[in-house]
């Protein structure tokens, strides 16, 4: 007898569909077949059951030009939840002066006892890098595998130059440690804010967050968010990613592009691939459904992230490379703002809480690109479970359905109808960018090793179940070309 049975479900992992029992005893996955008695009995018949998804990307209570990310571990977890995510990974912070470990300790303090699902970190680092790289075998040890740098925001005493990556890079190729990379390129966008913003420039030595600090030295954009593109445009992507998989082929070391935000970044991604650099991506729902023509309503401003929001086509190609193999992952860069942190910027981009509520919507999202044949549904499941799980070495204990992995578990009615609506979603925003957006198929139970803690849109997990999640090495093979 087995403590939960879900009952001729259509069990999904991105590689196979079948339609089975699935047995779940002592929270992990003990058996499947046909048959199976449990304590508890679901019927699943017509239901898929999918490996919990993951969110790889993660900003929770991030303070950001004078505002904070309006999800904490417990709130932005439980979120997740709702739509299906059973692990997330967030990053640690690094103070000057410091190396990984103290921002680890801050960040754990912060998770336990607050996180309803499972979690763990990227190590991120700012321009200093010795301190911190003298940590990496320590970070291995402590199962930190993936370290993440910047290529843009030099004020906030973030950005790597060229030199710096490349050290990174060598030291994590030695360390087996995935280097993470926002790349967009930083000295260019740094210029085209202050020639289209005509303010002057001075440096934060505080590593405070990039955009709040300068905010006073700058007068208001009469463009309004319509500036927020100017300032980023597409080819600061695809440049950042070109050079980076130049310095990825160069150093060996395998390198994942996170928020991956437009089609031709993607082929600059592809491209360097096919001329044999380590490079792994990821793309997020708002680079897939929404576009930068949401700029130009009443509260344009609301949409602001970076990358920003793209031209209307370049979408396409980001749904080409996940399908191509290109891009591995959809993950959220979940930081949501209420409305009232949005309109704090009075006009000027610089003082603008830049990001987007996401953790929810992920699962929903990418999987009805697969039901509307942007991409296969395979490719989808796996873009959300197997992929990330694989190349954050936490596979197959997350991101399967194989016996002994943890039974992290959603079933979703792929007949059940939604629309997107700020009203009935969980996360800490007060509006969704997704307003009105409906689909077919929704998550009704979620489950993390073994406990249901959502059943059909009620809640009952509760906060600090979750656990720190030590990883493993990422496990390459396949992903990366010959
Ligand atoms: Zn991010």
Redesign the pocket.
């Known amino acids: 007898m087995f403590d939960l049975v879900f009952k001729d479900a259509q069990l999904r992992d991105g590689f196979q569909t079948f339609v089975a029992d699935l047995a779940v005893a002592g929270g992990t996955i003990a058996a499947i077949g046909t048959g199976l008695a449990g304590r508890r009995e679901i019927r699943a018949a017509g239901k898929w059951l999918l490996p919990g998804f993951l969110d790889v990307?993660t900003?929770l209570s991030l303070p950001f030009a004078g505002a904070v990310s309006a999800d904490d571990f417990f709130t932005g977890s439980r979120a997740g939840a709702f739509g299906g995510v059973t692990t997330l990974i967030d990053?640690t912070a690094q103070r000057p002066g410091e190396g990984l470990r103290e921002g680890f300790e801050r960040r754990l303090a912060e998770a336990r006892g607050r996180a309803a699902i499972d979690f763990s970190f990227h190590a991120c680092i700012g321009r200093e890098i010795d301190r911190p790289l003298a940590d990496l075998a320590w970070a291995v040890e402590t199962g930190l595998t993936s370290l993440k740098v910047f290529m843009a925001y030099s004020r906030a005493g973030l950005m790597q130059d060229d030199a710096g990556l490349f050290k990174v890079m060598e030291h994590c190729r030695k360390a087996g440690v995935l280097v993470t990379v926002?790349a967009e390129n930083g000295g260019l966008i740094d210029f085209l804010t202050d020639r289209l913003l005509g303010g002057t420039t001075r440096p934060n030595p505080r590593g405070e967050p990039p955009l709040g600090e300068r905010a006073d030295a700058l007068p208001a954009s009469s463009l309004g968010i319509g500036a927020l593109p100017l300032t980023r445009p597409v080819y600061t992507e695809v440049e950042a990613i070109s050079r980076l998989g130049h310095l990825a082929r160069a150093t060996g070391a395998a390198t994942y592009i996170?928020?991956v935000s437009s089609g031709d970044g993607a082929t600059a991604l592809a491209t360097a691939r096919r001329h044999g650099a380590p490079l792994l991506g990821e793309t997020c729902p708002q680079y897939l459904y929404l576009n930068d023509a949401a700029f130009g309503g009443e509260r344009g401003h609301d949409f602001s992230c970076c990358p920003p929001l793209r031209a209307a086509g370049q979408a396409a190609g980001l749904w080409a490379a996940l399908q191509a193999g290109d891009l591995q992952v959809v993950a959220t860069?979940h930081?949501p703002f209420r409305r009232a942190d949005k309109d704090r910027w009075e006009g000027d981009i610089t003082r603008l809480p830049m990001?987007l509520p996401g953790i929810e919507t992920l699962g929903p999202l990418t999987l009805w690109g697969g039901l509307n044949r942007h991409i296969p549904l395979d490719t989808a499941i796996r873009a959300l479970t197997a992929h990330p799980a694989r190349l954050f070495g936490l596979y197959p204990r997350k991101g399967s359905l194989q016996p002994g992995a943890d039974a992290d578990l959603v079933l979703f009615d792929p007949d059940r109808s939604a629309e997107l609506t700020a009203a009935a979603l969980h996360m800490g925003s007060d509006y969704s960018p997704y307003e009105g957006l409906r689909g077919a198929g929704w998550p009704v139970m979620t489950v993390s090793r073994g406990e249901i803690i959502v059943e059909n849109g009620r809640w009952l997990g509760e906060a600090g179940r979750g656990q720190f999640l030590a990883r493993g090495s990422a496990q390459l093979d396949g992903f990366l070309p010959d």
Do not use: L, S
């Open positions: 990307h900003h990053f926002h996170v928020h860069d930081c990001g």
